[in-house]
């Protein structure tokens, strides 16, 4: 079985021919990060653009690359949501002509369900259900899955995901965008004890986020500093800042899979990529016995290889779409 994934929701255009679900043909992505740059942030019509513009190249590669041709496909597999409407529509649309032209199959694919599926990729063996935690720029979800094609969520953000408060914090630290990488490279030579920063608490479900308050406290000791004539040391305050967000994913949900039963856990999103989050996580799971997953680096962020995968789960269930396939630009993924 051969599934092609196209990926267009935020900043990369993406694609990837995945063969029986687990084994990744090929995977092209054309990153449009140092054009948003400039702006400090993803300008939505920017990536829009770039998208139409790319698109055929990319996907043209992702087919080359695998030897494979539009006939030789079971499906083609997008993701419509969440995301940059605009963005998102691009690689709909794109997808919706490759499936007339060639009569095959469309597969839509949940972007979060994606993230999820790298760890398919990096882990041969690893089978649902088991609790997955996936932080991104966009989301920060606790997540029981129930199957490849079933999930429920059971932790969420109030407000900003892991991903943004990280790239927020790193801008008044005067990092380029996106600045998770860079508290994370800074992180390695700071002290983490430097500072003690807000661990913010979030009325409502045990399990839920909230990253705004920290983010706020990070933003105002820059500023009352500056307003002072003083510094603060950037590696300290990425460490420390690197640490919080740590323990606080880490916290929740390892008490999500106490109370829950789950002595399986998986780690997955953008941030998945960060050195502080995945030891945190690791040694918290190592400590329990729980057994502990999370993908290799160059799958973290988006990519196809990840929408192939979970593209191939979800025609093997029988989810595929018709024309009137939309973008979406919220969904939860206990509305698939
Ligand atoms: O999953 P992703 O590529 O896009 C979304 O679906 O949102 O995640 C991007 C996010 C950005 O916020 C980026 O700064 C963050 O992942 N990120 C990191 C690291 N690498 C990427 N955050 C902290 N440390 C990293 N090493
Ligand atoms: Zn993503």
Redesign the pocket.
Known sequence: MLILGIES??D?TAASVAEDCRRIRSSVISTQIEEHKKYGGVVPEIASRRHCENILGVTKKALDDAGATLADLDGIAVTYAP?LIGALLVGVNFAKGLAMASGKPLIPVH?IAG?IATNYLSHPKLEPPYLCLVA????SHIIEVLSYTKFRVVGRTHDD?A??C??KC?RAMGFPY????H??AAAQKGDPTAFKLPHPAVAGSEFDFSFSGLKTAVINMLHHADQKGETIDRNDLSASL?QTISQILTDKTVRAAEALGYKKIALA???S???G?RAALSEACERRGYEFFMPEKSL???NGAMIACQGSYNFLAGITADESLNAVATLSMDQI
């Open positions: 929701s935020c990369e995301g972007h993230h991104s720029g966009g989301h995901a991903g943004e990280f790239d790193a996106p600045g998770g990488v508290v994370d690197q999103g953008g941030v990529a960060n050195s989050v973290c962020g988006d």
